[in-house]
């Protein structure tokens, strides 16, 4: 089992900047794919970034340039950090963790709580 713990959510302006963690506990952190995934009301959870466990990343189109995964294995922590933030990112953000297969399959078997991140314009 692995737990998660996300933090760092809160209120920002539009441009500003916030930086998520996703602390885990449970079976060794540094061979798990993470995954970072947000729900905005009434729309359907969406892929945002993944980190493979030698530390490959993806995103979805719509944060390139924007936001940036990363993850500290020393800490078992993964980190997403967010800049130039835009209203249509105000959202729940959920970190998940799986298998190394899970960074190209989006089929992730543990999740967090959840943070929410709200930008007002």
């Known amino acids: 089992q692995v737990q998660l713990v996300e933090s760092g959510g809160g209120l920002v302006q539009v441009g500003g900047s916030l930086r998520l963690s996703c602390a885990a506990s449970?079976?060794?952190?540094?061979?798990?794919?993470m995954g970072w995934f947000r729900q905005a009301p009434g729309k359907e959870r969406e892929f945002v970034a993944a980190i493979s466990w030698g530390g490959n990343t993806r995103y979805v189109d719509s944060v390139k340039g924007r936001f940036t995964i990363s993850r500290d294995n020393a800490k078992n922590t993964a980190y997403l950090q967010m800049n130039n933030l835009k209203p249509e990112d105000t959202a729940v953000y959920y970190c998940a963790a799986g298998p190394p297969s899970s960074y190209a399959r989006y089929d992730y078997d543990y999740w967090g709580q959840g943070t929410q991140v709200t930008v007002s314009s």
């Open positions: 449970g079976r060794p952190f540094s061979s798990y794919a």
